[in-house]
């Protein structure tokens, strides 16, 4: 595969349970991003890490826990969420830290939460 | 409160006519801007973008104008074919293309473009 994939497409969970969105991007970017879009509201920014190194957190609650173990993989971790927090997310990746141009997204994750 | 805003969440062109969509900041901080094109159940792709040093800039049937002193700027799409159909989001930042800092995106909520045949 190429580009910037992201799994499972669809999520149904419910406040109670624990679950993780995957993000892998095959372009050999060092920035990878989550972005959050709910109904109605701008796409936002959620966390930024750069050659593995988390360097941004936009005042994410807790519930949202983001992995970075390599590069290539960024994980979101979902526990105890609210029904708020149903959004369609996205991974987005970077060659260089920032690089607007070069930052390409994933097709996103949509969840919704019970 | 946001910063930036696109007021139209559609606009419906007939194919071959121009397409004007807008977008307005509030944040005279913010000094390059981007437009991004998003089809359904994919990501958002870069389309075009411009620095504040410059008040248009050109790319095929693309063109974004940039009005620093209204803190406002346009795509242009002509002629305009159903291909182009998509939501558009206007995003901006206060960093330029690239740099270091935290240059991160502001996006509007983005509007949905129909090309009717």
């Known amino acids: 595969e190429t580009g910037v994939t992201q799994t499972p497409r669809h999520l149904v969970m419910g406040m109670t349970n624990k679950k993780s969105l995957k993000c892998e991007q095959h372009?050999?970017?060092?920035?990878m991003y989550w972005y959050k879009q709910s109904a109605k509201k701008p796409l936002e920014l959620m966390f930024v890490y750069n050659f593995k190194e988390q360097t941004e957190n936009n005042s994410v609650p807790s519930r949202f826990s983001p992995e970075c173990p390599n590069s290539s993989h960024l994980f979101l971790h979902l526990h105890t969420l609210q029904p708020e927090d149903s959004a369609l997310y996205l991974c987005?990746?970077?060659?260089?830290?920032?690089?607007?141009?070069?930052?390409?997204f994933g097709p996103g994750t949509r969840l919704l939460v019970l | 409160d946001q910063q930036v805003k696109q007021n139209s969440p559609s606009l419906s062109v007939q194919e071959g006519r121009i397409s004007i969509l807008n977008c307005d900041y509030t944040n005279s901080m913010f000094d390059y801007f981007l437009w991004y094109k998003k089809y359904p159940a994919e990501g958002p792709t870069f389309l075009i973008s411009?620095?504040?040093?410059?008040d248009k800039n050109e790319d095929g049937r693309f063109t974004v104008f940039l009005n620093k002193s209204a803190k406002h700027l346009s795509l242009h799409i002509v002629p305009s074919q159903p291909g182009d159909s998509a939501v558009y989001f206007c995003a901006a930042s206060a960093g330029g293309p690239v740099g270091a800092g935290s240059y991160q995106l502001t996006f509007g909520k983005g509007t949905k473009l129909s090309v009717i045949p």
């Open positions: 411009i620095s504040s040093i410059k």
């Open positions: 987005a990746s970077s060659q260089e830290l920032w690089a607007p141009e070069t930052q390409y």
């Open positions: 372009l050999g970017h060092n920035a």
